[in-house]
């Protein structure tokens, strides 16, 4: 029997926030049965989550004043402006949108338009970047409620942009950010109690913080909680929720549950046995550059296990996932067995591949 193991690997969760530690270990089985044969045992091996390490900085997800959780009394012609400055950042018009959100400020003291000052200085866009400035906006923002400011200020006090870093005043924040409905919040603070570094160690608790952001369609969410439920951390193990979880993070494109979920539908575990859909997973997955991917397609294409045989594309993406640091005794076997001509069509699809001339 040829057995694949999910090589773990730091994940990043959201772009410029903390990062969920080694993600979780899954067999791959690839020996096909014959018709009259006992299926064999699947199963998924895990390995409990590590602490995660330290955060980066993250910018709020903008949006404008009417979003459900911004007062509904706002007088039209307050909404109508938030609404043009929303309107230029996203279009990238980022001078203009800080024009109209220091207008909008100053003058009608709005919330929205203090946390899109915020992140304009936090990130360099239209002005300079300041982060003393960006921490005064996010703190007279989040000073007025606002949830969004008051996750972006946790995420300046824990990297330490601006002043010194602060994760008490980082973790109150989050909590309060958290309290008021915001996912990234929920999310982040998980992985504090996950850490057990800034707050006592509490799987539990990460759970339910999880769940809330995983709920509210967070698939970095959903991917961590998959993997609680596959471990049975902080909850009862329960391989089928796990997979359900894998199968919402996939479909909302986070590629580490493509990976996840694409390894539970090839040995039938959680989920019932789909092959075919496995291998469409890994092909996505590996063309998003996922090197774990990208080697369990090699053996597929290779192997013929899964997916007719394709030795030559099946060595391109074994080169490839290779030079990321994904090794493959097996198939630098079959890379040795293959002849001078679909070695060479594998090098040379590869090195397009990798942009290399």
Partial sequence: MTVLRRV???????????MLGESALA????????????????????????PPPPPKEAAPTLKPSHAPDTKADAPATDKANADMVYGAYQRGLYKTAFDLAMKQAQENKDVAAMTM????????LGIKRDYGKAIEWYQRAADLGDREAMFALA?????????????????????????????????NLALLYMDGQTLPQDFKRAAELLRFAADAGSPEAQYALATFYKEGTGVEQNLYKSVRLLQAASLAGNVDAEVEYAIALF?????????????????????????????????VLVTGMGAPVDKVEGLKWHIVAKTAGKGDLMLDEAMAQATPEERAKAESAARKWLGIK
């Fill in 8 to 18: 773990a690997r730091p994940v990043a969760i959201i772009a410029g926030v903390l």
């Fill in 267 to 299: 040995n039938g575990a959680g989920t019932e046995k789909n092959e075919t859909a496995a291998v469409s997973l890994l092909r996505k997955a590996a063309r998003q550059n996922s090197a774990i991917a990208q080697n369990r397609l090699a053996h």
């Fill in 117 to 124: 000052l915020g992140e304009l200085y936090a990130n360099s």
């Fill in 155 to 187: 995420m300046l006090r824990i990297s330490g942009r601006g002043g010194p870093p602060d994760r008490a005043a980082a973790v109150k924040l989050l909590a309060s950010s958290a309290k008021l409905g915001e996912p990234k919040a929920a999310y």
């Fill in 27 to 50: 067999q791959l089985q690839l020996t096909p049965q014959a018709a009259d044969a006992p299926k064999a045992s699947k199963s998924v091996r895990t390995k409990t989550i590590k």
